[in-house]
């Protein structure tokens, strides 16, 4: 079992930043990727962003490409996300989510086997 637990999240203003952190405990080793996930009100879940745990690749929502960075610490088992110029149609729940398969659409979110609790993320105008 893997367990991932979300913070950073918060109110910010349109154009503003927030860090989001998701720490992951438990049988870490077995993870091979690490994404976020968002759902805003009314919405489906949909992909933000993922990395790689072994070689670093990250891939991007094309919503969220150049303003959000994911990035991780694997000494600390830690995967962030650096939001940037956020806006109002931002606003979500945000959910870490890490997966041990490999050969998986990484962009949805059935190939995610281990899920945080969420994190809300609120953008104001």
């Known amino acids: 079992q893997v367990q991932l637990v979300e913070s950073g999240g918060g109110l910010v203003q349109a154009g503003g930043s927030l860090r989001l952190s998701c720490a992951a405990s438990g049988r870490t080793f077995d993870v091979n990727t690490m994404g976020w996930f968002r759902q805003g009100p009314g919405k489906e879940r949909e992909f933000v962003a993922a990395?790689?745990?072994?070689?670093?690749?990250?891939y991007y929502a094309d919503s969220v490409k150049d303003r959000f960075t994911i990035s991780r610490d694997n000494a600390k088992n830690t995967v962030y996300l650096q939001m940037n110029s956020l806006k109002p149609e931002d606003a979500a729940v945000f959910y870490c989510?890490?997966?041990?398969?490999?050969?998986?659409?990484?962009?949805?979110?059935?190939?995610?086997?281990?899920w945080g609790q969420g994190t809300q993320v609120t953008v104001s105008t």
């Open positions: 990395i790689r745990w072994r070689g670093g690749s990250t």
């Open positions: 989510a890490a997966t041990n398969g490999v050969g998986l659409n990484l962009r949805g979110s059935s190939g995610y086997n281990y």
